[in-house]
Protein backbone atom coordinates (compact mmCIF):
# COMPACT_ATOMS: atom_id res chain seq x y z
CA UNK A 1 0.00 0.00 0.00
CA UNK A 2 1.24 3.45 -1.01
CA UNK A 3 2.57 5.82 1.83
CA UNK A 4 -0.42 8.86 2.22
CA UNK A 5 1.53 12.02 2.56
CA UNK A 6 1.14 13.42 5.68
CA UNK A 7 -0.31 10.24 7.22
CA UNK A 8 0.49 10.38 10.77
CA UNK A 9 -0.38 6.89 13.42
CA UNK A 10 -0.49 6.34 16.95
CA UNK A 11 1.05 3.22 17.97
CA UNK A 12 0.63 2.34 21.82
CA UNK A 13 3.19 0.38 23.96
CA UNK A 14 0.61 -2.18 25.52
CA UNK A 15 1.79 -5.99 25.44
CA UNK A 16 3.44 -5.81 29.02
CA UNK A 17 2.03 -8.13 32.01
CA UNK A 18 3.89 -5.97 34.33
CA UNK A 19 5.32 -8.04 36.79
CA UNK A 20 6.51 -5.61 39.73
CA UNK A 21 2.72 -4.87 39.85
CA UNK A 22 2.38 -8.62 41.38
CA UNK A 23 -0.76 -9.18 39.89
CA UNK A 24 -2.88 -11.37 36.99
CA UNK A 25 -3.85 -8.53 35.68
CA UNK A 26 -1.88 -7.18 32.41
CA UNK A 27 -0.81 -3.68 33.20
CA UNK A 28 -2.88 -1.40 30.92
CA UNK A 29 -5.91 -2.44 32.83
CA UNK A 30 -5.15 -1.11 36.08
CA UNK A 31 -7.23 1.56 36.85
CA UNK A 32 -6.64 5.02 38.04
CA UNK A 33 -9.46 7.86 37.88
CA UNK A 34 -11.82 5.46 37.15
CA UNK A 35 -10.82 3.88 34.05
CA UNK A 36 -7.84 1.45 33.05
CA UNK A 37 -4.36 3.35 32.15
CA UNK A 38 -5.02 2.14 28.77
CA UNK A 39 -7.84 3.98 28.44
CA UNK A 40 -6.41 7.27 29.42
CA UNK A 41 -3.84 6.83 26.96
CA UNK A 42 -6.46 6.48 24.08
CA UNK A 43 -8.42 9.27 25.14
CA UNK A 44 -5.49 11.26 25.23
CA UNK A 45 -4.85 11.05 21.47
CA UNK A 46 -5.70 14.49 19.15
CA UNK A 47 -9.01 14.65 17.81
CA UNK A 48 -8.43 15.14 14.40
CA UNK A 49 -6.45 11.80 14.47
CA UNK A 50 -8.97 8.79 13.04
CA UNK A 51 -9.28 5.70 15.73
CA UNK A 52 -8.44 3.40 12.86
CA UNK A 53 -5.38 5.76 12.59
CA UNK A 54 -4.35 3.98 16.48
CA UNK A 55 -3.06 1.00 17.00
CA UNK A 56 -2.79 -0.71 19.73
CA UNK A 57 -0.20 -3.45 20.79
CA UNK A 58 -1.06 -5.93 22.64
CA UNK A 59 -0.22 -9.03 23.99
CA UNK A 60 -0.30 -10.47 27.82
CA UNK A 61 -3.99 -11.18 28.05
CA UNK A 62 -4.95 -9.75 24.38
CA UNK A 63 -8.28 -10.61 24.42
CA UNK A 64 -8.97 -8.73 27.83
CA UNK A 65 -7.39 -5.70 26.44
CA UNK A 66 -9.24 -6.05 23.16
CA UNK A 67 -12.86 -6.46 24.87
CA UNK A 68 -12.02 -3.27 27.47
CA UNK A 69 -10.94 -0.85 25.24
CA UNK A 70 -12.42 -2.52 22.07
CA UNK A 71 -15.34 0.42 21.91
CA UNK A 72 -13.33 3.07 20.99
CA UNK A 73 -12.41 1.47 17.35
CA UNK A 74 -8.69 1.56 17.19
CA UNK A 75 -6.51 -1.48 15.26
CA UNK A 76 -4.42 -4.19 17.32
CA UNK A 77 -1.62 -5.92 16.16
CA UNK A 78 -0.60 -9.13 18.59
CA UNK A 79 2.83 -8.92 19.78
CA UNK A 80 2.59 -12.85 21.04
CA UNK A 81 6.34 -12.92 22.07
CA UNK A 82 7.65 -9.52 23.96
CA UNK A 83 10.97 -9.02 23.00
CA UNK A 84 10.95 -5.39 23.79
CA UNK A 85 10.04 -2.01 22.55
CA UNK A 86 11.71 -2.66 19.31
CA UNK A 87 10.52 -5.87 18.82
CA UNK A 88 6.85 -3.71 19.19
CA UNK A 89 7.47 -1.76 16.36
CA UNK A 90 8.91 -4.47 13.81
CA UNK A 91 5.50 -6.77 13.73
CA UNK A 92 3.78 -3.10 12.70
CA UNK A 93 5.33 -2.65 9.77
CA UNK A 94 2.68 -3.96 7.39
CA UNK A 95 0.08 -1.76 9.81
CA UNK A 96 2.09 1.00 9.80
CA UNK A 97 3.22 1.02 5.87
CA UNK A 98 0.92 3.66 4.48
CA UNK A 99 1.98 5.96 7.10
CA UNK A 100 4.35 8.43 7.01
CA UNK A 101 5.38 9.47 10.39
CA UNK A 102 4.28 7.51 13.69
CA UNK A 103 4.14 8.74 17.37
CA UNK A 104 5.12 6.21 19.90
CA UNK A 105 2.94 6.35 23.10
CA UNK A 106 2.94 3.98 26.33
CA UNK A 107 0.12 2.40 27.60
CA UNK A 108 1.50 2.80 31.04
CA UNK A 109 1.67 6.50 30.83
CA UNK A 110 -1.86 7.58 31.54
CA UNK A 111 -1.01 11.40 32.38
CA UNK A 112 0.44 12.43 28.70
CA UNK A 113 -1.88 15.36 27.46
CA UNK A 114 -3.32 15.93 24.01
CA UNK A 115 -1.71 19.32 24.38
CA UNK A 116 1.68 17.54 24.18
CA UNK A 117 1.03 14.97 21.67
CA UNK A 118 0.01 17.40 19.37
CA UNK A 119 3.32 19.85 20.21
CA UNK A 120 5.31 16.82 19.26
CA UNK A 121 3.63 15.94 16.13
CA UNK A 122 3.66 19.18 14.83
CA UNK A 123 7.58 20.08 16.17
CA UNK A 124 8.43 16.38 14.41
CA UNK A 125 6.49 17.34 11.12
CA UNK A 126 7.55 20.72 10.72
CA UNK A 127 10.88 20.03 11.64
CA UNK A 128 11.29 17.35 9.06
CA UNK A 129 12.87 15.10 11.77
CA UNK A 130 13.79 11.19 11.77
CA UNK A 131 12.91 10.43 15.13
CA UNK A 132 11.80 12.80 17.84
CA UNK A 133 12.33 11.80 21.69
CA UNK A 134 9.95 13.81 24.38
CA UNK A 135 11.74 14.63 26.83
CA UNK A 136 11.39 15.90 30.55
CA UNK A 137 13.17 16.86 33.61
CA UNK A 138 11.84 15.14 36.89
CA UNK A 139 12.60 16.62 40.28
CA UNK A 140 14.76 13.20 40.79
CA UNK A 141 16.00 11.72 37.11
CA UNK A 142 17.21 8.66 38.63
CA UNK A 143 16.76 5.61 36.61
CA UNK A 144 15.99 7.16 33.40
CA UNK A 145 18.50 7.60 30.26
CA UNK A 146 19.68 11.33 30.10
CA UNK A 147 19.54 12.98 27.22
CA UNK A 148 22.75 14.41 26.00
CA UNK A 149 22.00 17.73 23.71
CA UNK A 150 24.15 18.67 21.23
CA UNK A 151 23.78 21.96 19.27
CA UNK A 152 19.99 22.87 20.33
CA UNK A 153 17.38 20.37 19.98
CA UNK A 154 19.96 17.46 18.49
CA UNK A 155 20.09 14.86 20.80
CA UNK A 156 23.95 13.36 20.34
CA UNK A 157 23.64 10.46 22.78
CA UNK A 158 21.02 8.72 25.20
CA UNK A 159 22.95 7.25 28.38
CA UNK A 160 21.63 4.73 30.52
CA UNK A 161 21.71 5.28 34.41
CA UNK A 162 24.03 1.96 34.83
CA UNK A 163 26.28 3.57 31.97
CA UNK A 164 26.74 6.80 33.09
CA UNK A 165 29.60 9.43 33.91
CA UNK A 166 28.96 11.46 37.21
CA UNK A 167 28.76 14.56 35.09
CA UNK A 168 25.91 12.75 33.04
CA UNK A 169 24.03 11.51 35.94
CA UNK A 170 24.08 14.98 36.80
CA UNK A 171 21.98 16.35 33.67
CA UNK A 172 18.16 16.42 35.02
CA UNK A 173 16.74 15.91 31.40
CA UNK A 174 15.35 12.47 30.50
CA UNK A 175 13.91 10.36 27.80
CA UNK A 176 10.13 9.83 28.54
CA UNK A 177 10.23 6.66 26.29
CA UNK A 178 7.82 8.13 24.00
CA UNK A 179 9.02 9.03 20.16
CA UNK A 180 7.67 10.04 16.89
CA UNK A 181 9.41 8.14 13.56
CA UNK A 182 9.71 8.99 10.05
CA UNK A 183 8.27 5.26 9.59
CA UNK A 184 10.20 5.17 6.03
CA UNK A 185 13.18 5.98 7.70
CA UNK A 186 12.42 3.91 11.05
CA UNK A 187 11.58 0.62 9.18
CA UNK A 188 15.05 1.26 6.59
CA UNK A 189 17.29 0.69 10.04
CA UNK A 190 14.58 -1.28 12.67
CA UNK A 191 16.15 -4.54 11.35
CA UNK A 192 19.82 -3.78 12.43
CA UNK A 193 18.59 -3.57 16.17
CA UNK A 194 20.22 -5.61 18.11
CA UNK A 195 19.73 -7.89 21.59
CA UNK A 196 22.96 -8.00 23.07
CA UNK A 197 21.68 -6.62 26.44
CA UNK A 198 20.78 -8.87 30.03
CA UNK A 199 16.97 -9.04 28.65
CA UNK A 200 17.72 -9.90 25.05
CA UNK A 201 15.32 -7.65 24.10
CA UNK A 202 14.97 -4.77 21.53
CA UNK A 203 14.98 -1.43 22.31
CA UNK A 204 13.20 1.68 20.09
CA UNK A 205 16.25 3.41 22.37
CA UNK A 206 18.75 2.75 20.05
CA UNK A 207 17.20 3.37 16.98
CA UNK A 208 18.42 7.53 17.70
CA UNK A 209 22.26 5.70 17.52
CA UNK A 210 21.32 4.23 14.12
CA UNK A 211 19.51 7.31 12.60
CA UNK A 212 22.46 9.61 13.83
CA UNK A 213 24.90 7.16 12.69
CA UNK A 214 23.15 7.92 8.92
CA UNK A 215 23.49 11.17 9.53
CA UNK A 216 19.54 11.53 10.18
CA UNK A 217 18.31 14.39 12.58
CA UNK A 218 17.49 12.88 16.21
CA UNK A 219 15.70 15.81 17.79
CA UNK A 220 14.54 16.58 21.34
CA UNK A 221 11.41 18.45 22.63
CA UNK A 222 11.22 18.61 26.55
CA UNK A 223 7.71 18.41 28.16
CA UNK A 224 6.37 21.23 29.88
CA UNK A 225 5.26 19.25 32.89
CA UNK A 226 7.30 16.22 34.12
CA UNK A 227 4.94 14.51 35.73
CA UNK A 228 2.48 13.61 32.40
CA UNK A 229 5.52 11.00 31.21
CA UNK A 230 5.53 9.43 34.82
CA UNK A 231 4.68 5.64 34.06
CA UNK A 232 3.81 2.97 36.14
CA UNK A 233 5.07 -0.16 37.42
CA UNK A 234 4.68 -0.24 40.98
CA UNK A 235 1.44 -0.21 43.24
CA UNK A 236 3.30 3.09 44.53
CA UNK A 237 3.31 4.60 41.73
CA UNK A 238 -0.25 3.49 40.47
CA UNK A 239 -1.40 5.33 43.77
CA UNK A 240 0.85 8.47 43.12
CA UNK A 241 -0.84 8.94 39.26
CA UNK A 242 -3.91 8.19 40.19
CA UNK A 243 -3.72 10.95 43.18
CA UNK A 244 -2.61 13.16 40.95
CA UNK A 245 -5.35 12.85 37.70
CA UNK A 246 -8.03 13.06 40.74
CA UNK A 247 -6.04 16.42 41.95
CA UNK A 248 -6.13 17.59 38.20
CA UNK A 249 -10.14 16.72 37.95
CA UNK A 250 -10.78 18.44 41.62
CA UNK A 251 -9.26 21.49 40.00
CA UNK A 252 -11.01 21.58 36.53
CA UNK A 253 -14.16 21.45 38.36
CA UNK A 254 -13.39 24.44 40.77
CA UNK A 255 -12.12 26.28 37.73
CA UNK A 256 -16.22 25.67 36.67
CA UNK A 257 -17.52 27.60 39.48
CA UNK A 258 -17.57 23.94 41.66
CA UNK A 259 -16.99 24.35 45.33
CA UNK A 260 -15.24 21.37 46.85
CA UNK A 261 -14.13 21.38 50.35
CA UNK A 262 -10.87 20.00 50.90
CA UNK A 263 -10.34 18.44 47.86
CA UNK A 264 -8.02 16.27 48.95
CA UNK A 265 -10.20 13.94 51.08
CA UNK A 266 -12.65 13.52 47.77
CA UNK A 267 -12.52 10.81 45.22
CA UNK A 268 -13.72 11.70 41.78
CA UNK A 269 -13.18 10.09 38.48
CA UNK A 270 -12.29 11.63 35.61
CA UNK A 271 -15.80 11.24 33.10
CA UNK A 272 -17.35 13.07 35.85
CA UNK A 273 -19.44 16.20 35.42
CA UNK A 274 -20.50 18.87 37.79
CA UNK A 275 -22.66 22.18 37.10
CA UNK A 276 -21.57 25.51 38.61
CA UNK A 277 -22.63 26.81 42.18
CA UNK A 278 -22.83 22.69 43.66
CA UNK A 279 -21.19 22.15 46.55
CA UNK A 280 -19.44 19.19 47.56
CA UNK A 281 -18.52 18.26 50.87
CA UNK A 282 -15.57 16.18 52.14
CA UNK A 283 -14.97 12.60 51.76
CA UNK A 284 -17.61 12.38 48.87
CA UNK A 285 -17.12 9.88 46.01
CA UNK A 286 -18.12 10.52 42.50
CA UNK A 287 -17.76 7.80 40.37
CA UNK A 288 -17.93 6.60 36.27
CA UNK A 289 -20.06 8.43 34.58
CA UNK A 290 -21.69 10.72 37.30
CA UNK A 291 -23.76 13.76 36.22
CA UNK A 292 -24.49 16.65 38.69
CA UNK A 293 -26.66 20.04 38.22
CA UNK A 294 -26.42 22.98 39.14
CA UNK A 295 -26.91 24.22 43.00
CA UNK A 296 -26.89 21.41 44.37
CA UNK A 297 -25.25 20.20 47.79
CA UNK A 298 -23.40 17.14 48.08
CA UNK A 299 -22.91 16.27 51.87
CA UNK A 300 -20.26 14.14 53.52
CA UNK A 301 -19.76 10.54 52.78
CA UNK A 302 -22.14 9.84 49.62
CA UNK A 303 -20.79 7.51 47.01
CA UNK A 304 -22.88 8.31 43.59
CA UNK A 305 -21.59 5.96 40.91
CA UNK A 306 -23.14 6.12 37.39
CA UNK A 307 -25.79 8.34 38.48
CA UNK A 308 -27.72 11.43 36.95
CA UNK A 309 -28.24 13.96 39.87
CA UNK A 310 -30.35 16.91 37.94
CA UNK A 311 -30.07 20.53 39.35
CA UNK A 312 -31.06 21.97 43.05
CA UNK A 313 -31.06 18.35 44.85
CA UNK A 314 -29.80 17.96 48.27
CA UNK A 315 -28.18 15.05 48.85
CA UNK A 316 -27.16 14.50 53.07
CA UNK A 317 -25.01 12.48 54.70
CA UNK A 318 -23.81 8.82 53.72
CA UNK A 319 -25.93 8.20 51.24
CA UNK A 320 -25.09 5.68 47.76
CA UNK A 321 -26.76 5.51 44.30
CA UNK A 322 -25.62 2.97 41.83
CA UNK A 323 -27.04 3.62 37.93
CA UNK A 324 -29.94 5.83 38.87
CA UNK A 325 -31.89 9.25 38.39
CA UNK A 326 -32.28 11.83 40.75
CA UNK A 327 -34.42 15.05 39.75
CA UNK A 328 -34.98 18.61 40.61
CA UNK A 329 -34.71 19.43 44.17
CA UNK A 330 -35.42 16.40 45.45
CA UNK A 331 -33.92 15.27 48.74
CA UNK A 332 -32.15 12.18 49.42
CA UNK A 333 -30.68 10.96 52.94
CA UNK A 334 -28.79 11.15 55.18
CA UNK A 335 -28.33 6.94 54.39
CA UNK A 336 -30.26 6.27 51.83
CA UNK A 337 -29.49 3.69 49.24
CA UNK A 338 -30.37 4.34 45.76
CA UNK A 339 -30.12 0.46 44.04
CA UNK A 340 -29.57 0.40 39.79
CA UNK A 341 -32.90 1.47 37.78
CA UNK A 342 -33.90 3.38 40.80
CA UNK A 343 -35.63 6.96 39.51
CA UNK A 344 -36.53 9.68 41.86
CA UNK A 345 -38.52 12.32 41.04
CA UNK A 346 -38.87 16.30 40.82
CA UNK A 347 -39.14 17.45 44.74
CA UNK A 348 -39.24 14.04 45.88
CA UNK A 349 -38.14 12.82 49.45
CA UNK A 350 -36.02 9.59 50.25
CA UNK A 351 -35.06 9.45 53.85
CA UNK A 352 -33.57 7.57 56.90
CA UNK A 353 -32.49 3.98 55.56
CA UNK A 354 -35.02 3.50 52.58
CA UNK A 355 -33.83 1.21 50.01
CA UNK A 356 -34.84 1.15 46.47
CA UNK A 357 -34.21 -1.10 43.68
CA UNK A 358 -35.89 -0.67 39.72
CA UNK A 359 -38.59 1.86 41.57
CA UNK A 360 -39.91 5.44 40.23
CA UNK A 361 -40.95 7.59 43.46
CA UNK A 362 -42.89 10.40 41.26
CA UNK A 363 -42.95 14.14 41.81
CA UNK A 364 -43.40 15.30 45.53
CA UNK A 365 -43.88 11.62 46.84
CA UNK A 366 -42.48 10.89 50.16
CA UNK A 367 -40.69 7.98 51.75
CA UNK A 368 -38.83 9.37 54.58
CA UNK A 369 -38.00 6.05 56.93
CA UNK A 370 -36.97 3.02 57.18
CA UNK A 371 -38.69 1.65 53.60
CA UNK A 372 -37.63 -0.87 51.04
CA UNK A 373 -39.20 -0.38 47.91
CA UNK A 374 -38.47 -2.79 44.99
CA UNK A 375 -39.85 -3.30 41.53
CA UNK A 376 -42.18 -0.63 42.06
CA UNK A 377 -44.20 2.26 40.41
CA UNK A 378 -45.30 4.78 42.91
CA UNK A 379 -47.09 7.89 41.32
CA UNK A 380 -46.91 11.93 42.23
CA UNK A 381 -47.89 12.79 46.33
CA UNK A 382 -47.54 9.75 47.35
CA UNK A 383 -46.67 9.47 51.16
CA UNK A 384 -45.25 6.27 52.13
CA UNK A 385 -44.83 5.09 55.80
CA UNK A 386 -42.03 4.12 58.08
CA UNK A 387 -41.29 0.45 57.50
CA UNK A 388 -42.97 -0.15 54.12
CA UNK A 389 -42.18 -3.26 52.21
CA UNK A 390 -42.80 -3.86 48.95
CA UNK A 391 -42.39 -7.77 48.77
CA UNK A 392 -41.13 -8.18 45.26
CA UNK A 393 -39.91 -11.30 45.26
CA UNK A 394 -40.97 -15.29 45.86
CA UNK A 395 -38.06 -17.20 45.95
CA UNK A 396 -38.40 -17.59 42.19
CA UNK A 397 -39.53 -14.41 40.26
CA UNK A 398 -39.79 -10.45 40.55
CA UNK A 399 -43.22 -8.71 40.77
CA UNK A 400 -43.83 -5.03 40.68
CA UNK A 401 -45.57 -2.94 42.77
CA UNK A 402 -48.17 -0.55 41.78
CA UNK A 403 -48.82 3.06 43.88
CA UNK A 404 -51.40 5.52 41.96
CA UNK A 405 -51.28 9.44 43.18
CA UNK A 406 -51.96 10.60 46.12
CA UNK A 407 -52.58 7.43 48.12
CA UNK A 408 -51.19 6.93 51.79
CA UNK A 409 -49.23 4.21 52.91
CA UNK A 410 -49.26 3.60 56.79
CA UNK A 411 -46.58 2.41 58.52
CA UNK A 412 -45.58 -0.76 58.69
CA UNK A 413 -47.33 -2.21 55.61
CA UNK A 414 -46.19 -5.02 53.18
CA UNK A 415 -47.43 -4.54 49.70
CA UNK A 416 -47.28 -8.03 48.46
CA UNK A 417 -46.63 -7.87 44.76
CA UNK A 418 -48.07 -8.19 42.24
CA UNK A 419 -50.00 -5.95 43.50
CA UNK A 420 -52.14 -2.64 43.18
CA UNK A 421 -53.03 0.67 45.11
CA UNK A 422 -54.99 3.33 43.37
CA UNK A 423 -54.92 6.80 43.46
CA UNK A 424 -56.06 8.55 46.96
CA UNK A 425 -56.61 4.94 48.28
CA UNK A 426 -55.45 4.64 51.79
CA UNK A 427 -53.64 1.51 53.68
CA UNK A 428 -54.32 1.58 57.32
CA UNK A 429 -50.78 0.79 59.28
CA UNK A 430 -49.74 -2.41 59.98
CA UNK A 431 -51.60 -4.06 57.35
CA UNK A 432 -50.45 -6.72 54.96
CA UNK A 433 -52.04 -5.87 51.36
CA UNK A 434 -52.33 -9.20 48.90
CA UNK A 435 -54.83 -7.77 46.91
CA UNK A 436 -55.85 -4.73 44.32
CA UNK A 437 -57.47 -1.52 46.65
CA UNK A 438 -59.08 0.98 44.52
CA UNK A 439 -58.99 4.53 43.97
CA UNK A 440 -60.30 6.19 47.18
CA UNK A 441 -60.54 2.85 49.09
CA UNK A 442 -58.77 2.01 52.35
CA UNK A 443 -57.09 -1.10 52.81
CA UNK A 444 -57.06 -2.63 56.33
CA UNK A 445 -56.15 -6.30 57.27
CA UNK A 446 -55.22 -6.15 60.97
CA UNK A 447 -57.05 -7.97 63.18
CA UNK A 448 -59.43 -5.90 65.42
CA UNK A 449 -57.75 -4.66 68.65
CA UNK A 450 -59.08 -6.44 71.82
CA UNK A 451 -58.84 -4.66 75.13
CA UNK A 452 -59.20 -6.65 78.80
CA UNK A 453 -59.30 -4.39 81.27
CA UNK A 454 -58.06 -5.54 84.89
CA UNK A 455 -56.10 -8.29 83.05
CA UNK A 456 -52.68 -7.33 84.54
CA UNK A 457 -53.92 -6.88 88.39
CA UNK A 458 -55.57 -10.39 88.29
CA UNK A 459 -52.06 -11.78 86.60
CA UNK A 460 -49.91 -10.22 89.39
CA UNK A 461 -52.66 -11.42 92.16
CA UNK A 462 -51.94 -15.08 90.66
CA UNK A 463 -48.43 -14.52 90.56
CA UNK A 464 -48.43 -12.99 94.23
CA UNK A 465 -50.53 -15.99 95.56
CA UNK A 466 -48.33 -18.59 93.75
CA UNK A 467 -45.20 -17.27 95.63
CA UNK A 468 -46.68 -16.91 98.48
CA UNK A 469 -47.63 -20.84 98.74
Known amino acids: MSTTKGKFAIAILAA ?150 PEQAAIREINSGIYAFNVRELFARIGRLGSNNPHREYYLTDMAGLLRADGLPVLALSAEDSTEVAGVNTRVELA ?115 EMKKTRLGRGSKANHLTYLGDAEIGEGVNVGAGTITCNYDGANKFKTIIGDGAFIGSDTTLVAPVKVGKGAYIAAASCITQDVPDDSLGLTRPPQITKEGWVTKKREKLKAKRGC
Not at 61 to 70: H, I, W
Not at 273 to 283: N, Y
Not at 314 to 325: A, L, R, W
Open 240 to 354: TLDALLRARKCTELMQSGVTIYRPETCTIDSEVQVGPDTVIEPFVQLLGKTVIGSDCRIRSYTVLTNTQVADGVTIKHGCISEDSIIEDNAILGPYSHLRPASHVGPQAHVGNFV
Open 16 to 165: GKGTRLKSKLAKVLHEIAGKPLLAHVIEAVPRDIPAADVICIVGHQADRVRECVGSYGVQFVEQTEQRGTGHALMICREALARYENVLVLSGDVPLIRTETIERVRTFHTERGAAMTILTAMPPDPFGYGRIIRGNGDEVAAIVEQKQAT
